[in-house]
């Protein structure tokens, strides 16, 4: 079992193997995985991997903030949808 950590402050993932130590495929264990880290989005992606990804902060969460402002002000100036 591969397990990806994605900060979303790095580009590239860290990829973690569990294949000897947790049998993700199994929901009940993986459930148990995600309350045990509430503060981490925790997915079985489509090929059974675990992607894990942490809240934005600092720098990323900057940059994040800014985008969000850009595409709100494109969004009142064009008027063709709400962001």
């Known amino acids: 079992m ?3 950590i994605n900060s979303m402050l790095e580009t590239i993932p860290v990829v973690l193997d569990f294949d000897d130590l947790i049998d ?3 929901d009940d264990k993986l459930l148990h995985f995600c ?3 509430k503060e981490a989005r925790i997915e079985r992606i489509k090929e059974g991997k675990i992607e894990i990804m942490f809240p934005v902060g600092g720098e990323a969460g900057i940059r994040e903030a800014t985008l969000t402002y850009y595409f ?3 969004s009142k100036q064009t008027k063709i949808g709400i962001i």
């Open 24 to 26: 993700f495929s199994d």
């Open 2 to 4: 591969n397990i990806i």
């Open 35 to 37: 309350e045990l880290n």
């Open 72 to 74: 709100t002000e494109w």
